[in-house]
């Protein structure tokens, strides 16, 4: 019943909580445990890309393997796949042709490094995808692209001197992944630009701005407030998000820069912190049931927070407030 | 008439557009950092942005151009100058 359905909640009653913020900030924490991975997932992913980078290596001995995305940034979610890119050591961009992308299938293939191989040619950028055998973990490979490394890179070091932008992000991710608007091919938000979005909301808010409040103390408040930002008051038509060299988040207006316009006014424009004429959520063409789901994850949050504040304490045992936007579906952990 | 105006008025925070059995305030409460009598807050000047028209200067809940969301924006948001500390508002 309600404990299988928000499986986090399950020996961590805050019900007694006297501020309701407090409650859900702890939710939330517990919310974040429950879907880290456990020491062993850690160790099996590790494994499984130090192995393939040894095989990779012993077929191309002047390739090099770097992992970017969610894996190379400690923000994935359970069951995510890992995204590595092989580069050259010269960087002549020696493997970025149709040939390697079949040499490199076919060797995986012959070594049982993977099944459900494969090749895709034609993409904007051409990858391999395919599933370890043992561990289940699917995996795409690209080629000769360094802009996600750097990606990654950036991301580790904002993770580092942001606090709570670990936390929001994970459940941002998790509430989009279950609605499915976190694909980009389908019109849904990428990684990246859901953390722009939080750094730039946590830089921007005037009490974390002032060292008012300290943003781990206060997840439960910022993330309504964050679904109050992007689903009821942000100006998508007129307004880019962006950051400067030293990473401070700002706005500008679209029709400050070319590359944050597009055909239709109502869509998100993201600044490229590496690549100013570079949109990074260009292709993120469904806003709109991006801003209606966190316009109703507010209305959901706020309108339980109301319940719960008048409710007794007999009436709030056993209850979870982020159950309300955030279904777990996936084995018992 | 005089009813309805009652039931819409919030003793908390002395708004019209809410009861108080509905009032943001439940949710929006924040746990402040302490610090000591002579603590000064700086003004963040560079990091206050209009999430409307996008100009440095003003938040968005008290921007002045027409408002491009055509969500509403009834009980004000957390981007307004009166959510900086006392001192800085
Ligand atoms: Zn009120
Ligand atoms: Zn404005």
Partial sequence: ESNSKYPWIRNNDHSRQIEISDWLTMEIKDFINYISPSAEEIQARNGLVKKLRQSITSLWPDAELYCFGSF???LYLPGSDIDMV?????????YDNKSSLYQL???????GLGVNIEPIAKAKVPIIKFVDPTTGIHIDISFERVNGIKAAELIVSWINETPGLRELVMIVKQFLSVRKLNVVHTGGLGGFAIICLVRSFLKLHPRVV????DPLA?????????FELYGYNFGYDSTAIAFNDKGDAMYVTKHSNPALQGRNPFLLAIQDPHDPSNNISRGTHNLRDIKRAFGGAFELLANKCYDMYNASYKER???SILGDIIKYKGKQR | CTEKKKYNYC???ESKNHSNDRCPNIWRSYITNSYNDNHVFAYPGNAIYC????RRGHYGDECVEYRTSKTPNINGSAFTGDNLPKELR
């Avoid at chain 1, 092989?86 to 020696?94: A, F, L, Q, Y």
Wanted: hydrophobic share 35%.
């Fill in chain 1, 72 to 74: 190379a940034t400690d």
């Fill in chain 1, 86 to 94: 092989i580069v050259s050591k010269r960087r002549n961009g020696k």
């Fill in chain 1, 105 to 111: 299938s076919s060797f995986l293939r012959t070594r």
């Fill in chain 1, 210 to 213: 002032t060292g008012s409040i």
């Fill in chain 1, 218 to 226: 206060n997840l439960g408040v910022l993330l309504i407030e964050f």
């Fill in chain 1, 317 to 319: 045992l056993g209850q």
């Fill in chain 2, 11 to 13: 003793t908390d925070c």
């Fill in chain 2, 51 to 54: 999430y409307n028209c996008a």
